[in-house]
């Protein structure tokens, strides 16, 4: 009579009767014992191979390293660039942190910058993404609607986070998503809509799920025109969310709530003096809350920060001394044409003061230069002339009331 075969794990020798599960193999035999130990270390393998990935690849600085680096590009802003230093820094940090039984969940610091048009909230957030070499998005609020409406669903954002990280999730689960114009889907008054509000309160809700972090179907190719497309899971609890909006007119709010009038008479104390020229940096939640933003999305939303408005000394040092400043741009170009190119101080200051004139901000003085310098950019790569130098009376020239009326209205 031939021998009974005895069953027994490959890998530990524990025999089949000694198991609760024994699995066999082409030669080999393994028990759940086993296969529990090794899902355990494949587990923390894959773990360790994903945080070296990030480690490897994010370029992360201490915060004063990362204002240094904000400095470069960002003229004025201090307490902005402070606060959204010590924010991003935190922030990935804590997906750095080795994960541990004990360890103490720490949660997103996503960031809200309020500031009037032109005073620099996307470029602050698109220089910090450009600096940690993280994917990066920027997507307007106000496209954005509630689930079934026309327009676009807030699954979109992460459409566009995907595309820039080149269709890599683990990449774009750890980018930076910039929402602009965040103001203008807030609710008109303070009570709760009891109807269906396509643009503003229904988007806020729509939006608490991917600030607060969850697991998000993302079509691929965007919207839900394209009903066959496979769609693509993504966690949000590791993309850091940066809202921005100008809230025009919150300064009323801001005025109310410190018991002054915006207009008419109003003496504050001696010891407590209001700067009324920018009563942006005494804002608070709760003046968001009175804007329209519902309380959900706010506490979502915990790092708050303020643009300081850009005035005349401001707006000149934008235009020569950030490293990618506009003056130093077209003198680039210029160069490429072999022309030498010059501005002189007075026309710098008369572009300035156009500026200010016709409340272009930062973007005007783009605009502006624009049109000082086209007919000299179209003449002089086909002429033999190698230098061009800019002076006040050249600007005045070139900037006709027509040109600057058109100006205004595109701004």
Excluded: W
């Amino acid at each position: 009579m031939a021998k009974e075969e005895i069953l027994e794990c490959s890998f530990c020798g524990r025999k089949k009767a000694e198991t609760d599960l024994l699995i066999a193999g082409m030669d080999a035999h393994i028990c759940d014992k086993c296969i529990e130990q090794a899902h355990g270390i494949v587990t923390e393998e894959i773990s360790d191979v994903k945080s070296s990935k990030l480690s490897k690849d994010l370029m992360l600085k201490k915060p004063l390293e990362i204002k240094e680096f904000l400095d470069q590009y960002i003229i004025g802003q201090v307490e902005t660039k402070r606060a959204m230093a010590v924010a991003v820094y935190n922030h990935y940090k804590r997906l750095l942190q080795k994960e541990t039984d004990d360890e103490v969940e720490i949660e997103k610091s996503n960031i809200i910058l309020v500031g009037e048009t032109g005073t620099g909230k996307t470029l602050v957030a698109r220089t910090i993404a450009k600096m940690l070499n993280v994917p990066f998005s920027i997507v307007d609020a106000t496209v954005l609607t509630q689930a079934g409406y026309v327009g676009e669903d807030v699954e979109s954002i992460l459409s566009r986070l995907l595309q820039a990280a080149d269709y890599d999730v683990e990449k774009a689960e750890k980018g930076i998503v910039f929402i602009d114009e965040i103001d203008k889907i807030a609710r008109k008054g303070d009570n709760p809509s009891i109807t269906r509000d396509v643009s503003g309160e229904g988007v806020q809700q729509a939006l608490l799920k991917l600030l607060e972090g969850s697991v998000v179907n993302v079509p691929p190719k965007g919207g839900r025109k394209h009903p066959e497309q496979k769609f693509i899971e993504i966690n949000t609890k590791d993309i850091l969310f940066i809202a921005g909006g100008a809230f025009s007119g919150i300064d009323r709010t801001i005025s109310k709530r410190l018991n002054r009038q915006a207009v008419g008479f109003g003496a504050s104390l001696e010891g407590n003096k209001i700067d009324e020229e920018n009563l942006l940096q005494y804002i608070t939640p709760l003046d968001l809350k009175s804007f329209g933003l519902i309380p959900e999305i706010i506490g979502r939303l915990p790092v708050l920060s303020y643009m300081n408005p850009l005035d005349a000394e401001t707006l000149r040092a934008i235009l020569t001394e950030p490293k990618n400043s506009i003056i130093k741009q077209y003198t680039k170009l210029f160069l490429m044409d072999e022309v030498a190119f010059t501005i002189e101080e007075g026309a710098l200051n008369y572009i300035v003061n156009k500026a200010i004139e016709y409340k272009l901000g930062a973007r005007g003085l783009r605009s502006l230069c624009e049109a000082i310098f086209t007919d000299a950019m179209f003449e002089l790569p086909s002429s033999n002339d190698k230098e061009f130098n800019v002076n006040k009376e050249y600007a005045e020239a070139k900037l006709t009331n027509t040109t600057l009326k058109k100006l205004r209205a595109a701004s």
